[in-house]
Nanobody, 127 residues
Framework: LLQASGGGLVQPGGSLRLSCAAS????????IGWFRQAPGKEREGVSC????????YYADSLKGRFTISRDNAKNTVYLQMNSLKPEDTAVYYC??????????????????????WGKGTLVTVSS
C-alpha cells in the first residue's frame, strides 16, 4: 500500500527527498505523514498532510528545514529535508489511514489512527 524510498547517507548540511507512493487509497480522504525512529529512541511524528486542501503539520523542532508535499496525479507524498543534522539520523516511515479531518497531535505526532505503514527508509547523516 505504501512504498517509501529516497533514504541514504548524506553529510551534515546536505539534503534528501523522501518519496512515499500510495496505492489502493485515495489520499484526499486520509491524512498521510512521515514519522521517524532513531536508534534507542521512541518513534516521533515529523510531518503530515492533514486535509484534502493540503493543510500541514510539522514537529516544532523541524519547521523551516523539512517540507512535506503531495503529487495527487502520482498519489505520492514527498518529504524534502534540508540542512540535515546528525540527529536527523533515523528510519523514516510514511503512514496513512486516519480519515480527515484529524487531531494533529493524536495522529501526526503520535501516529494513532494511522492504519497503514510503509517499510521504513534509513536516513544517515554523517561526515
Amino acid at each position: 500500500l505504501l512504498q517509501a524510498s529516497g533514504g541514504g547517507l548524506v553529510q551534515p548540511g546536505g539534503s534528501l527527498r523522501l518519496s512515499c507512493a500510495a496505492s489502493g487509497l485515495n489520499l484526499d480522504y486520509y491524512a498521510i505523514g512521515w514519522f521517524r525512529q532513531a536508534p534507542g529512541k521512541e518513534r516521533e511524528g515529523v510531518s503530515c498532510i492533514i486535509s484534502s486542501d493540503d493543510n500541514t503539520y510539522y514537529a516544532d523542532s523541524l519547521k523551516g528545514r523539512f517540507t512535506i508535499s503531495r503529487d495527487n496525479a502520482k498519489n505520492t507524498v514527498y518529504l524534502q529535508m534540508n540542512s540535515l543534522k546528525p540527529e536527523d539520523t533515523a528510519v523514516y516511515y510514511c503512514a496513512t489511514g486516519a480519515p480527515v479531518p484529524v487531531d494533529t497531535i493524536v495522529v501526526c505526532s503520535l501516529g494513532y489512527g494511522m492504519d497503514y505503514w510503509g517499510k521504513g527508509t534509513l536516513v544517515t547523516v554523517s561526515s
